[in-house]
């Protein structure tokens, strides 16, 4: 039967180390059975497939390992969807006796956030043999010992666990003892040799046993240890504790040297076989016992450290020994008391340190673990974060939290968060930790740029140079980099019927507002127009201000006379009867100025005047008034000079001449007025048509002259080769120019009339024909005349003729 259960067990070990990967699935979570001392490099699982992951949501959701503690006994192939293992794991260094071995570690993914558990559970080989604590176990075991006296033997240690720990023992064959085999509450086993038959000195004084520990792996391993049996004198008592079996509490925080227990044997001996020693028995390793007895007095002293969490209780076999070795045997159960010892590690699971302003309510921070060693109440944790920040915590799986946004984020507000995570647990008194961590708020273009004042008015003294800044617009942005880059533009309307980019442009970076050309009052008193303001962002936002600009009048324009026109072909004059009264209206000057405000004020004077006595000018009217009673002894002929002046600074004038004629009749006015049309000015410009057509003139002549070079130096060149050929030469002569009968350059006869005014210092050439103003409201004198003195002036004129007549005739040959 033990032979077909062992075949057994061995199978079944087997068929787990060739399917060592058992895989379970329940709810995003999977569990792997792997053996120990598997070699790096080697796959656990394929987390991709049992997950129902894709190779490329594992690249790019940034896949992870989070292992808890600093071992790293996996690594997560990202490339393949394996785990592979990245270092040797000893199930007995990780685990020691618990079982089943395994430890929990999470598979992290980014955008979105996912979490997936992952147990992976280690599987003992048999790689120890069981190992006794001595080499040799040394009895002294008097003759008179009864029958059945139980001698407790030291347990070999195995540090494999199930199958592949110690399973049994075995004693060489001999005459007088046998062996028993026990299991411990915690599964461990130890052995007692029994004495089935008396020891007799006299026969034999010493027995060599061999002790052998079998554990059940495959292949099998065993131990061994000489047992040196001493038979001594008879001592018929052996020690006897005074409780069977020892239990106490400690607290895992009692510090080192405490006594915790004294135990006790009574030997009924007397002298010395009643001297009794104590000791402790089946210590799988001296140095893992934190307790130490002293062998007189039986007080047991903590020498070591203990830990709830890596050992929560201890059981030791006492033993009691009087100096001929017969022994009494007892028990300590060493419950070891929780108490709260560990506080909580915060760990960053996943943190970027940057959140953008503009992340939804809800939005995940990070994924925060906490870890607290402690159990019950006191390895409960609470992690709490600042309640005045916006932010708040959600319990995730086990042992995980999330971070997450509570309110709308506004980096222009807070661009960075302090944020304190604080850990505690329920013990009492309870224990906490602190984690502060930085968080950055990036900034989104959430702002459009703002004027400092949504209108700007400002003022510009017409006639001012081009380019001459006008006012400076300002935006801010309150958001960051590009985003709050302002450019400046202009909004193209029209003002007149002409687009403002024709007056106005705009620096984009400065925002200064310059003018494109001087500016005329006249013509535009008011240019409205409209800034934008816009950012880099994007998409861009932008906002808009309205810009007036006032032009400021300067006195630029002289005024100008409407009345009385002033005529070019004859004269024009106000009758004045030789019966008028004080105060008679002769006329009124009528002058405008387009200027504006004092700068149009016009004030009206008498400059000069052929009798000054007998008109006056209306300083603000302009009318011309007769200032005493006409008389006969009055020329008829009155010439009044008027000066109109405005109020700019520096003023502005023009001039009028006004004729009055003192006449009742229209004959004695024809008759005194006939030399005013020679008293007109009206040949300035004649002067100045004469220059330029000579100047024109000369320019032609020029130009034909440079030609007819040309074509004689081209014909001499073509001769010169015709010359040198062997084709017959044709002689060339030019053309005769000749001006008889009108062949000339100048084929027309052109007629000038000259004439002599009757100022004698201009004398000029003007047209033959006159344009004769009609006005029903004055008096046209036509300065026709009589013949004689016609022709007296043109005679007069002639002499100033030659220099003209000269230049004429040098054109005229010149062609």
Not at 237 to 257: C, D, H, I, M, S
Not at 554 to 582: C, F, I, K, W
């Amino acid at each position: 039967m033990d032979t077909l259960t062992r075949k057994s067990t061995s199978l079944d070990w087997r068929v787990t180390i060739l399917s060592f990967c058992v895989v379970a699935a329940v709810g995003g979570q999977i569990r792997y059975s792997v053996p120990e001392e598997m070699r790096k490099g080697l796959i656990v699982g394929n987390v991709a497939k049992d997950l129902g992951l894709e190779m490329k949501r594992l690249v790019t959701g940034r896949a992870r390992l989070v292992i808890e503690g600093s071992n790293q006994y996996v690594a997560l192939d990202q490339n393949k969807g394996h785990i592979v293992v990245n270092e040797r794991t000893d199930r007995e260094k990780l685990c020691a006796k618990k079982t089943p071995c395994s430890f929990t570690l999470e598979i992290v993914l980014e955008d979105p956030l996912e979490l997936f558990a992952v147990t992976i559970e280690i599987q003992d080989i048999n790689d120890h043999s069981p190992v006794f604590p001595k080499k040799e176990i040394n009895l002294e075991i008097s003759e008179s010992t009864p029958i059945g006296t139980i001698f407790l033997l030291d347990s070999a240690a195995d540090p494999d666990v199930g199958m592949n720990a110690l399973q049994s023992y075995s004693l060489k064959a001999n005459d007088n003892f046998i062996l028993k085999q026990h299991t411990r509450s915690d599964g461990s086993k130890y052995a007692e040799m029994v004495l089935e038959r008396a020891l007799d000195r006299e026969r034999k004084t010493e027995h060599a046993l061999i002790l052998t520990a079998v554990d059940g792996g495959e292949p099998q391993r065993s131990g061994t240890v000489r047992i040196h049996v001493s038979v001594l004198d008879a001592n018929d008592n052996a020690p006897v504790f005074t409780q069977p079996l020892y239990k106490l509490a400690v607290l895992e925080n009692v510090p080192r040297g405490t006594n915790i227990i004294t135990v006790t044997a009574v030997d009924a001996d007397q002298g010395y076989n009643g001297n009794v020693t104590y000791s402790f028995t089946h210590l799988e390793d001296d140095s893992s016992c934190p307790f130490q007895i002293n062998s007189y007095s039986g007080e047991i002293k903590l020498t070591g450290d203990i830990d709830y969490e890596m050992s929560p209780n201890y059981e030791i076999n006492l033993q009691a020994k009087d100096p001929w070795g017969v022994l009494g045997v007892s028990k300590l159960i060493v419950d070891v008391v929780d108490v709260n010892d560990n506080t909580p590690v915060i760990t960053m699971a996943s943190f970027s340190g940057k959140i953008s302003e503009d992340s939804t309510p809800g939005t995940v921070v990070a994924l925060v673990s906490v870890q607290d060693k402690d159990s019950g109440k006191n390895g409960i944790v609470h992690l709490k974060v600042d309640e005045r920040l916006p932010f708040k915590i959600k319990s995730s799986l086990r042992n995980y939290y999330a971070l997450v946004t509570e309110q709308d984020l506004d980096r222009e507000k807070q661009s960075r968060y302090n944020i304190t995570l604080t850990a505690t647990d329920e013990g009492l008194p309870a224990l906490s930790s602190i984690k502060t961590v930085v968080l950055d708020v990036t900034d989104v273009n959430d702002n459009a740029p703002t004027f400092s004042q949504s209108v700007y008015v400002t003022q510009v003294m017409e006639n001012n140079s081009p380019g001459v800044p006008v006012l400076q617009t300002q935006a801010s942005d309150p958001d960051l980099g590009q985003n709050a880059r302002v450019s400046y533009l202009l909004i193209d309307e029209d003002v007149n019927g002409i687009p403002v980019s024709t007056y106005f442009s705009i620096n984009t970076e400065s925002g200064v507002i310059q003018s494109l050309r001087s500016l005329d009052y006249e013509q535009v008193k008011v240019y409205k127009m409209r800034v934008k303001a816009q950012d880099g962002g994007s998409p861009p936002l932008s906002s808009n201000a309205t810009v007036f600009v006032h032009v400021q009048d300067q006195n630029d324009n002289a005024p100008q006379v409407l009345y009385p026109v002033q005529t070019g072909g004859s004269v024009v004059a106000e009758m004045v009867p030789r019966s008028a009264d004080v105060g008679y209206l002769v006329t009124k000057v009528v002058a405008v100025d387009v200027d504006s405000g004092q700068n149009a004020w016009l004030s009206y004077k008498l400059q000069k005047a052929t009798d000054r006595a007998l008109f006056e000018v209306g300083l603000q009217n302009g009318e011309i008034r007769t200032i005493r009673q006409v008389t006969d002894k009055d020329a008829v002929k009155q010439r009044l000079t008027v000066f109109v002046e405005d109020n700019g600074q520096p003023s502005r004038s023009a001039t009028v001449i006004v004729n009055v004629a003192v006449a009742d009749s229209y004959p004695e006015v024809l008759s005194e007025f006939t030399d005013f049309t020679h008293d007109k000015e009206y040949n300035d410009n004649l002067t100045f048509y004469l220059v330029l057509a000579l100047a024109v003139v000369s320019f032609l002549f020029i130009t034909c002259l440079v030609v007819i070079i040309s074509v004689k130096i081209y014909r001499w060149r073509q001769s010169r080769i015709l010359y040198h050929s062997s084709l017959p030469v044709i002689p060339y002569y030019p053309p005769r120019y000749s001006d008889t009968l009108g062949t000339g350059t100048l084929p027309h006869v052109y007629s000038y009339e000259v004439c002599r005014t009757t100022d004698s210092r201009k004398s000029d050439i003007k047209p033959t024909h006159y344009m004769e103003p009609m006005s029903p409201s004055l008096v046209s004198v036509d300065k026709a005349g009589t013949d004689a003195q016609q022709n007296e002036e043109d005679s007069l004129t002639m002499s100033r003729l030659p220099t003209l007549v000269s230049s004429l005739n040098f054109i005229k040959n010149a062609y």
